[in-house]
């Protein structure tokens, strides 16, 4: 029960994080005409992933959960199932416009934390909802492509020349609050244009910062 408890206190944390600012300039802008390498990261048809998930928080606490995501990239759709390794859910939601939740254990039964965590796997999953409003190169040559975003967050999708790639979310004040990584050469899904990479790594910013590693189990595609 330990790591449980200690998952709890991590997830709690996820929705109340700020940050500090770290708007990254620009240096060569390119024409506002969209580029499709920004939509690299982002899977184009249905999927069905299981993510062991290792948390970290400061003071080298550690605990490790499973989730199960399922996405719909045409319809918006987010299914989201969180358990410990022993098999307790913790919570069980699904968002088609609307969210619902079939299974919530305290403190994870507000809408608060609900609506959070299916920020967080849109942030992941989807591309941002929003205009381009900037594009270019940075000072080390990685593209980045700049989304405002209907809550007014800036979203930059950042492509490196070795392949990775990093989103990166910043609140209305440019201050930098997710940014989520991965790492070249991670194994992914074979034969699509958008591939799956093996690891990804959510970073939150503010007063309480924590970790979220995500090593891909299983990716499942859902469409014929």
């Known amino acids: 029960m330990k790591n449980c408890s200690l998952l709890l206190m991590i997830l709690f944390l996820m929705i109340s994080c700020t940050g500090s600012p770290e708007l990254v300039p620009i240096r060569q802008p390119l024409p506002l005409n969209g580029d499709r390498r920004c939509m690299i990261p ?15 928080m400061p003071g080298g ?10 996405i719909s990239p045409k319809t918006g759709g987010v299914a989201c199932v969180m358990m410990t390794v022993e098999g307790l859910v913790l919570f069980d939601a699904r968002y088609d416009g609307r969210m619902t939740v079939h299974r919530a254990i305290a403190p994870f039964d507000s809408m608060d934390f609900a609506r959070g965590l299916i920020d967080d796997i849109k942030l992941m ?5 929003g205009p ?11 593209l980045i492509c700049r989304y405002r975003t209907e809550e007014g967050t800036m979203v930059d999708i950042v492509i490196h020349e070795d392949h990775a790639w990093e989103i990166r979310q910043y609140d209305p004040d440019s201050r930098l ?16 244009e958008n591939p799956v990479p093996g690891r990804l790594k959510l970073v939150a910013f503010g007063p309480v910062e924590y970790a979220l590693t995500l090593d891909l189990i299983e990716a499942r595609e859902l469409s014929e």
């Not at 999953?125 to 909802?129: A, C, S």
């Not at 609050?177 to 699509?192: F, K, N, Q, V, Y």
């Open 61 to 70: 606490q550690e605990a490790v959960v499973i989730g199960v995501t399922g």
């Open 177 to 192: 609050i997710r940014s989520l990584m991965t790492d070249p050469g991670d194994r992914r899904t074979a034969g699509r």
């Open 132 to 142: 381009l409003v900037a594009s270019g190169t940075s000072e080390d040559g990685a």
């Open 42 to 56: 982002f899977p184009d048809r249905d999927w069905q992933f299981v993510h062991s998930i290792q948390a970290s």
């Open 125 to 129: 999953f989807f591309p941002p909802k």
